[in-house]
T-cell receptor, first 110, second 115 residues
Framework: AQSVTQLGSHVSVSEGALVLLRCNYS??????LFWYVQYPNQGLQLLLK??????LVKGINGFEAEFKKSETSFHLTKPSAHMSDAAEYFC????????FGTGTSLTVIP | DSGVTQTPKHLITATGQRVTLRCSPR?????VYWYQQSLDQGLQFLIQ???????AKGNILERFSAQQFPDLHSELNLSSLELGDSALYFC??????????????FGSGTRLTVV
């Protein structure tokens, strides 16, 4: 079975600083990769996805992620954090089913 | 609005009781997935239905059951409720089953509180 590892259950950044949320997966073949965001008291919303083609994918709200096959990673970045980015972020891999990471809670410090 | 509708949004009930959570998938989606999200367990996959048939089972307790109806809506039944069942229950839908490059579309969840 697939496993998805998100390093750091809590990440804090200052407003305007770089956001880096890490995700590694265990699949031996390139899977479909996703990042979801969950704002308080809401459902999960798709931020971006990698299926095939360009390994750097851009999503909503200025986020992007890069698929690195050699590192089995799909880290999420944003150049400049905004207060509204404070949320829970989930990495997910789609093989026979979806496998979610345990989530990373992002805090943005004013 | 994601297109996935979950009702009710909030539910408070006593231990030992039974509740039913309802989910209507996004138009055109045939698969429905149920997830439980709690502070200590994170996001746990419970069960998947595809076009009316159970397709995959996760960490679903025997006290829990689900079904998907001909109109594709799904219900999750939770019985003999315990305090530890208090959680957010999410429904998600997708076009097909198995590996998907579309991703899942999530509903806004039902917050269950067992007192």
């Amino acid at each position: 079975a697939q496993s998805v590892t998100q390093l750091g259950s809590h990440v804090s950044v200052s407003e305007g600083a770089l956001v880096l949320l890490r995700c590694n997966y265990s699949s031996s073949v390139p899977p479909y990769l996703f990042w979801y965001v969950q704002y308080p008291n809401q459902g999960l919303q798709l931020l971006l996805k990698y299926t095939t083609g360009a390994t750097l994918v851009k999503g909503i709200n200025g986020f992007e992620a890069e698929f690195k096959k050699s590192e089995t990673s799909f880290h999420l970045t944003k150049p400049s954090a905004h207060m509204s980015d404070a949320a829970e972020y989930f990495c997910a891999v789609s093989e026979d089913q979806f496998y979610f990471g345990t989530g990373t809670s992002l805090t943005v410090i004013p | 609005d994601s297109g996935v509708t979950q009702t009710p949004k909030h539910l408070i009930t006593a231990t030992g009781q039974r509740v039913t959570l309802r989910c209507s998938p996004r138009s055109g989606d045939l698969s429905v997935y149920w997830y439980q999200q709690s502070l200590d367990q994170g996001l746990q996959f419970l069960i998947q239905y595809y076009n009316g048939e159970e397709r995959a089972k996760g960490n679903i307790l025997e006290r829990f059951s689900a079904q998907q109806f001909p109109d594709l809506h799904s219900e999750l039944n939770l019985s003999s409720l315990e305090l530890g069942d208090s959680a957010l229950y999410f429904c998600a839908s997708s076009r097909g089953t198995g590996s998907s490059n579309y991703g899942y579309t999530f509903g806004s969840g039902t917050r269950l509180t067992v007192v």
